[in-house]
């Protein structure tokens, strides 16, 4: 088999602050592979974004230790590379699209003037070939009048607009990975829609891979090849999105999906939260981070947090319900066995 584009091996990843350890992401694994849709979901503060951030080193120094792991892309660990090697393979190779687009764009300088420098980090251009590119890329996101708006600011777009032109800038060189992080959490929900179709339409048209961070598993549906879902710094269940959705075999995964609305049922089915909050990552427990909250806990999930098992086709879990030892009869409805 080809070996991944990108795989992330063993990830620690923890936030040094006056008096604590803010541990964010413990031990995550994952890979993608060519014009492969990752979603990453997960409850705020499970550690999606600094997964994230972590591949593009996007980090803050003075407080973030990488305590172990690598983060191997097209053969290179990203996490020794140099910052120059880094500043390369960012815009060009992968490129990130954020849930508020004025973090990524420049308030005081036209449209056209940022995509066109983006595409001139790495391509030599001449400034009409800059304009016509500008200007394709503006088309192909779908803004009207796109000749004209390469003259706009970015303040003078609507938020659904200037996402598109994240998008865009995200896209112009076309990079082998976008990583969106809650890309669409911001706007209202046809825009969302909107956005997420674009996104695959660009997808199929360029061939880029996605990783999609989202707290909202709704919104993966239509979209994801593969789900990881986080809790607590942790991958805790990992599938083909079909697996995720119809059978789901960690507790967390069951009730983010019966947290969530579902699009063609009737209005009268009522939707169930996960009770409790999600644990403070300075101070964890042992045993299975999720155990205060799941409604299914055995007397193990408090001492021991469970091994990742791996079952065929890719999906993998860390629960004791799914230890071979544990008679299967304690799977709650809703759960499937490994
Ligand atoms: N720069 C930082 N300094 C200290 N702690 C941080 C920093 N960045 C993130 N954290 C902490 O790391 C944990 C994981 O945060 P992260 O942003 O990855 O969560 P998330 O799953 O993306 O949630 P959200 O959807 O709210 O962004 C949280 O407890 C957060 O407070």
């Not at 500043?87 to 954020?98: A, E, H, L, P």
């Not at 549906?221 to 990992?238: C, K, L, W």
């Not at 169930?272 to 205060?292: H, M, N, Q, S, Y």
């Amino acid at each position: 088999m080809a070996e991944p584009m990108l795989s992330v091996e063993n990830l620690h990843v923890s936030f040094q602050t006056k008096d604590k350890e803010v541990r964010a992401v413990r031990g995550v694994n994952f890979s993608l592979n060519k014009g492969e849709t990752l979603a990453i979901v997960g409850e705020s503060g499970s550690g999606k974004s600094v997964t994230a951030k972590s591949i593009m080193r996007l980090l803050p120094k003075h407080n973030t230790k990488v305590k172990e792991g690598r983060i191997i892309y097209e053969g290179r660990d990203l996490l020794t590379a140099s910052i120059r090697d880094i500043q390369k393979i960012r815009g060009s190779d992968i490129s990130m699209v954020f849930q508020d687009p004025m973090t990524s764009l420049n308030p005081t300088m036209k449209i056209g003037k940022q995509i066109i420098e983006g595409l001139k980090t790495y391509q030599s251009i001449s400034k009409q070939e800059g304009k016509t590119k500008a200007a394709e890329m503006l088309k192909l996101v779908g803004i009207p009048n796109a000749e004209e708006r390469l003259d706009a600011y970015p303040h003078q777009f609507s938020g659904g607009m200037r996402q598109r032109v994240g998008i865009a800038m995200a896209l112009a060189c076309n990079p082998n990975l976008l990583i969106a992080d809650e890309p669409t959490t911001a706007l209202d929900v046809t825009i969302q829609a909107q956005i997420l179709e674009l996104m695959t339409d660009m997808q199929k048209k360029t061939g880029t891979a996605i990783i999609l961070i989202t707290h909202d598993l709704g919104v993966v549906a239509n979209m994801a090849d593969r789900i990881a879902v986080m809790y607590a710094g942790e991958i805790i269940e990992i599938g083909r999105a079909e697996e995720i959705f119809y059978k789901p075999q960690h507790p967390y995964t069951l009730g983010l999906l019966q947290s969530m609305p579902k699009p063609h049922t009737s209005r009268t089915v009522p939707l169930i939260p996960i009770p409790g909050t999600p644990p403070d990552l300075a101070k964890l427990e042992r045993g299975c981070p999720f155990a205060p909250r799941c409604p299914h806990t055995m007397k193990v999930c408090h001492y021991f947090n469970p091994e990742m098992q791996h079952a065929s086709g890719g999906h993998s879990v860390s629960c004791w319900l799914q230890d071979k030892r544990t008679p299967k009869e304690n799977l709650p409805a809703g759960v499937g066995v490994v």
